[in-house]
């Protein structure tokens, strides 16, 4: 039985999203994220550190928890841009033409950021690299919040003006504060 279009799993057979991941995360991404690894490998051994983060099969189960969680907010958050805001997570793929602010939107502004976060956690877990893990995951996360900030911000603001503005003083930037403190003013 497929997946319905309309339901959060079925956003990853609609042409935004398989334009998005042919475009972006297939040729940059995935073997960027490979290079990372490599790269996390090589820093592992000229640090002399252990290499086993967790012994096996513990590494696969917990990096796989891990990639599985960061999938499905990802779903969640780009089957939300898809069919409420009627567009694409990705302007190369179809710039999303309304503002989506409920769901998963209603928490923080940039959901997909943990999604990516937790996937890319989960591959230095399952690979057992220290520096992929604890240097380069964190390193990966603080620059994609300082695109956000930089790049998407001031798009967003000039796309959807004072609907953004509003939603933008309602909404957390990154941490979803109401989670754990539901009375915290999000600012």
Same mark, same amino acid.
């Given at each position: 039985? *497929?997946?319905?279009?309309?339901? %959060? ?7 935004? +999203? !398989?334009?998005?991941?042919?475009? &972006? ?9 490979? #290079?990372?690894? #490599? ?7 000229? !640090?002399?550190?252990?290499p086993v ?9 917990v990096g $796989? ?7 499905? +907010? ?9 069919? =409420?805001?009627? $567009?694409? %997570?990705?302007?190369?793929?179809? @710039? ?7 769901g998963i939107? *209603?928490?923080? @502004? ?7 976060? !937790?996937?890319?956690?989960?591959? $230095? ?10 240097? #380069? ?6 620059? *994609? ?5 930089? @790049? =998407?911000? %001031? ?15 309602? &909404? ?5 504060? @109401?989670?754990? &403190?539901? =009375?915290?003013?999000? *600012?």
């Amino acid at each position: 039985m *497929s997946a319905s279009p309309t339901k %959060p799993i079925g956003v990853l057979l609609t042409p935004q +999203i !398989l334009h998005m991941l042919a475009k &972006v995360y297939v040729p940059v991404l995935f073997p960027l994220t490979f #290079l990372i690894v #490599l790269a996390g490998f090589a820093v592992d051994r000229w !640090l002399g550190l252990p290499p086993v983060l967790l012994a096996s099969p513990l590494n696969w189960v917990v990096g $796989g928890a891990l990639f599985l969680a960061g999938g499905i +907010i990802w779903v969640i958050a780009y089957a939300a841009i898809v069919f =409420q805001g009627h $567009g694409s %997570p990705s302007p190369t793929a179809g @710039r999303t033409q309304q503002l989506v602010t409920t769901g998963i939107y *209603s928490l923080c @502004r940039y959901p997909s950021v943990h999604a990516k976060f !937790l996937g890319v956690l989960g591959v $230095g877990v399952a690979l057992n690299s220290w520096t992929f893990t604890f240097l #380069l995951c964190p390193l990966l996360l603080i620059g *994609s919040l300082v695109e956000k900030l930089w @790049r =998407q911000e %001031p798009q967003n603001h000039a796309v959807f003006g004072d609907d953004w503005l509003r939603y933008r003083e309602r &909404v957390p930037f990154f941490i979803p504060w @109401r989670i754990f &403190v539901p =009375q915290r003013r999000s *600012s």
